[in-house]
């Protein structure tokens, strides 16, 4: 089959999205976590809009380059886009005979992926489940999937020099627990085959900023009221990125998995970060690795790192700085620390 018999297919895409009304939506923070579902919600409302609601609607033309409709769209393919709402049944699609024209009706993953995906995604809910049945006494849920949003002083003090920049660390985490002396543990679920050793992840920064925003008062709030949701397990989680390979990491939680933040119940420990731990799932075994609680020394460094790198995002000029992640680094070819990127600064 030669280019020209491609230019008359048709790809028909089908969905369904929860409708909501203009008078009961409120407008939704798009951030990095959530950018997936806005953008799918963003395509499907202009589908909706074109008379592609319950109804497949058909592009009798090629898309213009300078109109593309959604990104990097084919320059040879007829396309036609319909949404429809599966609440009260599934929807069925009749492609006709399209002779010897290409035809692709796209919907959702192939048959076989979608089966090594879902026995991905069912080991992970076991790995989850064990893993709460394994939690020590004492040790409760706090609040899942917690919006963290906080100010960063610089320096250490409590309010920064007038003038200086402010930065805000914003974001979620998976989930919170309460250990018995009232300080707050973090916990990231992580889907990937890859588990990092235990010296890693004592200097793990993505847990390392969990607990610098928590040290600076980014649950506060986080009650009593939230304890409730304590004899509900929280298995939540993401698909896998690739199809489950079938090779468990090295298991040494049931070795090592420890109380963190452990003690006599203290009112003064607040919000006060009590460690941080990642709970790898692949394997259909919990696999935790544990960050100790943030010393009041160490979250002063991370706080200036922190601005630090805030300070060097926002500058127009970026330093270059050999580090181990050169190798694997995608602009090496334009930094002047690295030969084949030197001609550009020449």
Not at 252 to 265: F, I, M, N
Request: aromatic share 6%; hydrophobic share 40%; charged share 25%.
């Amino acid at each position: 089959m030669n280019l020209r018999q491609l230019l008359p297919a048709a790809i028909l895409a089908a969905g369904c999205w929860s409708v909501v009304s203009a008078q009961d939506s409120k407008p939704v923070r798009v951030t990095v976590d959530n950018f997936k579902q806005a953008e799918s919600d963003n395509y499907f409302t202009k589908f909706a809009k074109d008379g592609g609601f319950g109804k497949i609607a058909h592009e009798r033309g090629l898309a213009p380059i300078d109109k593309q409709t959604v990104i990097r769209m084919n320059r040879d393919t007829l396309y036609s886009a319909a949404v429809f709402d599966l609440n009260p049944g599934p929807a069925t699609i009749f492609l006709p005979d399209s002779g010897e024209r290409f035809l692709s009706l796209q919907t959702q993953l192939p048959p076989w992926l979608l089966a090594r995906t879902r026995r991905a995604l069912e080991a992970m809910l076991t790995a989850a489940e064990t893993w709460i049945a394994d939690l020590p006494a004492g040790r409760s849920l706090a609040g899942s999937e917690v919006r963290l949003d906080v100010a960063v002083p610089p320096d250490g003090l409590p309010d920064g020099p007038t003038g200086s920049r402010p930065v805000r660390l914003d974001g979620r985490a998976d989930r919170l627990d309460r250990a018995p002396d009232g300080s707050l543990i973090v916990v990231d679920f992580k889907t990937g085959a890859t588990v990092p050793s235990k010296a890693s992840v004592a200097e793990n920064a993505q847990l390392a900023v969990y607990q610098l925003a928590l040290e600076l008062g980014a649950a506060e709030g986080l009650g009593e009221h939230v304890r409730s949701f304590a004899a509900q397990p929280d298995v939540s989680g993401e698909l896998p990125d690739e199809p489950f390979d079938g090779e468990p990491p090295p298991d040494e939680s049931s070795q090592d998995s420890q109380l963190l933040g452990g003690g006599p119940a203290d009112p003064l420990a607040g919000q006060r970060p009590g460690g941080a731990e990642l709970v790898f799932l692949r394997s259909g075994t919990p696999n935790v690795r544990q960050q100790p609680a943030l010393a009041p020394e160490a979250a002063l460094q991370w706080r200036r790192t922190v601005r630090d790198a805030a300070q060097r995002l926002a500058s127009s000029v970026s330093v270059a700085q050999e580090n181990r992640y050169c190798e694997r680094c995608p602009v090496r070819t334009s930094c002047p620390l690295q030969p084949e990127g030197r001609q550009v600064t020449r």
